[in-house]
């Protein structure tokens, strides 16, 4: 039996569906953006981050099929940028706290 698609006339357009797809690229660049002002603040990564949203930031760049970067490319995304800057942040914070054993049992 052949299997047979049948259009549905109140698909959205392709325009339209890029229209939605801008729309929450940028609304996730300003969520980003936004942690990112807060964390070099001087905010706790912790408390800004949403890991729930931002895990919705990474399975929106895989299911766009963004895999890498091209070093090649001369142009980044936004996207990309605030993604960067937060995970560099996070890096330096971590750098900074100290993770020694006599800290734990320190008397106090």
Not at 7 to 33: C, M, P, Q, Y
Not at 50 to 64: A, E, R, S, T
Request: proline share 2%; net charge negative.
């Amino acid at each position: 039996m052949a299997l047979l698609s049948k259009g549905n006339k109140n698909s959205a357009t392709e325009d339209e569906v890029g229209l939605l797809h801008a729309l929450v690229t940028k609304i996730f660049a300003k969520k980003l953006g936004y942690w990112m002002k807060l964390i070099e603040e001087g905010g706790d990564p912790d408390l800004i981050v949403d890991m729930k949203q931002l895990n919705n930031v990474i399975k929106f760049i895989g299911d766009n099929g963004i895999v890498c970067q091209d070093p090649a490319a001369s142009t980044n995304s936004e996207l990309g940028a605030n993604i960067r800057d937060i995970k560099a942040a996070q890096e330096a914070r971590l750098k900074s706290v100290s993770f020694r054993e006599e800290d734990d049992y320190a008397e106090g």
